[in-house]
């Protein structure tokens, strides 16, 4: 007979929040009731806590036990309670002495024979906990390294409840696991290996340096995904209070790499083009998981061949991409995702991706396929250029080209020169409103704006085009060191237009 609580976290999107769980065990039939708006995962967590218990060699309370999850409104998804659970019993109904985790949250789910393994959204929990004023956390062996990288909380990882079990009998040891090593980065895609395609690798630093979407189309071979991988490579490093937003992201969507957890490059998504709009935006039944743009947060979303798209899956990126951030309608209310990302979007000009020379199709055939792309997703991409493919000379030639290394220098230079400009209405070029642009201070001169209007005034260029080349100029300027655009920047970012987005 009894009554216990030990805390734990209860996720949404990557928000968490602390919970208590309680146990009451009292003379009655066998039995074990969980209340506290549990889901179907809770209901199954019973049968395995009890299980686990069984299995970890100590003894389940014969007696009415009932476990509640406060406080109620809050929803409670997945089986990181399973932990919880079993040491609140076991406290309740069997005298386990719990006095090493009042200060915890305790997180973990149970397989049958009392392992405990990892879940997803460890790095969001053990931050909600810490912001909480929780002094420490039990948690998985398996999500020690990410649980870790939170400051300030002290962490004890288990492989078993078993060994919590010892632990707080104090007849076994749960160490620290200490912070994980900082592994060598693995080597990204570097720039080195694009070869002539001048015209590419000025548009990937642009977009780089201005932080502009960009949307390349161009013949098989071009480059596109070339180019595109070689993104990630060139941008800055992410600063800490980034690198923990993104890998709470992979946190909670369980793709964070075991031992070298911390998402410190800016994160490259590129998912196929038959992807569902779940896997692009997210979502699913219980804890719902972020999608690829979630995953791309700080990073770069990658559609190749974006024609391919099912239309609907572009329009469910239209919102994430103007909000910086993704709402989920769940049964229940609203999840929020984090989703600012850099848009890279490559195409072929036709369906039956062959060169320009020897494509046949009918040229309504060639208008279709790209019109699904024109709209409002779009209108933000500031980048719209077509490539030729690489001319043999440069294959063959001897000349190097420049690699990453030395663009991202200069990127860098140019993202701090944007920051300094616009603080506090945008962060980079590509950020910055129509209204800001063309507010007397930024308004450029009208001989640098001449070719802008003649275009204009020939059709060739939309009032929105007009704001997407001054946005591009103003990037061009950047990497220059020029504090605003010249009439070369101008000409440079016209030029830089498809011929078939205006
Ligand atoms: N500028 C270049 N320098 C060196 N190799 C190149 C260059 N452009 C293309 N290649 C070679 O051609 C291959 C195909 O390039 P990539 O896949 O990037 O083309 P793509 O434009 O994406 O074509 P597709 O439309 O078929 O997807 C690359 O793997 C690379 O080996
Ligand atoms: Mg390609
Ligand atoms: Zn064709």
Redesign the pocket.
């Known amino acids: 007979m009894g009554y216990a609580k030990v805390r734990s976290v209860a996720l949404h999107g990557v928000v968490g929040e602390v919970i208590v769980v309680e146990a009451d065990v009292a003379p009655g039939l066998p039995s074990l009731i969980v209340s506290g708006l549990p889901d179907a995962a809770l209901s199954e967590a019973r049968d395995r806590i009890r299980a686990a218990v069984h299995n970890s060699g100590a003894s389940w309370p014969q007696q009415r036990i009932t476990v509640n999850l406060l406080p109620a409104h809050i929803r409670k998804h997945g089986s990181g309670f399973d932990l919880a659970m079993a040491v609140a019993v076991l406290a309740a109904g069997a005298g386990l002495p719990i006095g090493r985790v009042v200060d915890a949250v305790v997180l973990g789910e149970l397989g049958l024979d009392g392992t405990l393994r990892p879940v997803r959204g460890v790095l969001p929990a053990v931050l909600a906990a810490s912001r909480a004023g929780v002094g420490s956390a039990v948690v998985p062996v398996g999500n020690a390294a990410e649980a870790r990288l939170v400051p300030d909380i002290e962490v004890r990882a288990s492989d078993s409840l078993g060994r919590l079990i010892g632990y707080l009998h104090g007849s076994e040891r749960l160490p620290d696991p200490g912070t994980p090593p900082a592994l060598p980065e693995p080597a990204s895609l570097d720039l080195a290996d694009v070869l002539g395609q001048e015209r590419g690798r000025r548009v990937i630093e642009l977009a780089a340096a201005g932080r502009h979407h960009i949307a390349m189309f161009g013949p098989p071979g071009a480059g596109?995904?070339m180019l595109a991988q070689r993104l990630p490579g060139i941008l800055p490093q992410l600063g800490d209070q980034e690198a923990i937003e993104a890998t709470a992201l992979h946190s909670v969507a369980g793709t964070l790499p075991q031992g070298n957890p911390f998402v410190r490059r800016p994160p490259l998504q590129a998912p196929h083009h038959t992807a569902s709009v779940a896997a692009l935006v997210g979502g699913g039944s219980g804890l719902a998981k972020p999608g690829a743009i979630s995953l791309a947060h700080h990073g770069v979303l990658f559609l190749?061949e974006c024609a391919e798209f099912a239309p609907g899956a572009l329009d469910a990126l239209r919102q994430p991409l103007e909000e910086g951030v993704v709402r989920l309608r769940r049964a229940y209310g609203e999840t929020v995702f984090p989703a600012r990302t850099q848009l890279v979007m490559?195409a072929n000009p036709c369906p039956c991706a062959r060169e320009q020379q020897s494509c046949q199709c009918p040229s309504l055939v060639r208008r279709r396929y790209l019109a699904r792309l024109s709209g409002p997703l779009m209108d933000r991409v500031d980048l719209q250029v077509d490539l030729d493919p690489v001319r043999s000379a440069a294959l063959f030639g001897t000349e190097d080209a420049e690699p990453s290394k030395a663009v991202a220098a200069r990127v860098l230079r140019a993202r701090a020169a944007a920051v300094e400009r616009w603080t506090p209405h945008a962060r980079s070029n590509g950020e910055v409103p129509s209204a800001l642009l063309r507010h007397r201070r930024f308004r450029l001169p009208a001989p640098i704006l001449q070719p802008l209007r003649q275009a204009m005034d020939q059709g060739r260029l939309s009032a929105r085009g007009f704001d997407r080349v001054l946005r591009v100029a103003w990037t061009a300027a950047d990497i220059d060191g020029r504090s605003t655009p010249d009439a070369g920047d101008v000409r440079e970012a016209l030029q830089m237009r498809s011929r078939r987005m205006r």
């Open positions: 596109k995904t190749d490559a």
